[in-house]
């Protein structure tokens, strides 16, 4: 991985961290993407973040293309 990659992956998972402990609690049930044909709540998206998952690489990604976080 290279050197870019390994230092904006902590700065995304920061920076969706700072949006989402800021959230209300019933904002985090609302959908904040679409991914695919599925949509995916702050939530949904903050368990795949946290796991590491693929889906949450690509949720993060999503996330700062629209600048949401």
Do not use: C
């Not at 709540?41 to 976080?69: D, F, Y």
């Amino acid at each position: 991985m290279p050197v870019s990659e390994k230092k904006s992956e902590p700065d995304s998972f920061a920076r969706f961290h700072k949006v989402y402990d800021n959230l209300p609690l019933e904002e985090r049930k609302q959908v904040v993407l679409v991914l695919g044909k599925e949509p995916i709540s702050w939530e949904v998206a903050r368990n795949e973040v946290v796991n590491g998952t693929e889906r949450g690489k690509t949720i993060l990604q999503k996330l700062i293309q629209l600048e949401v976080i």
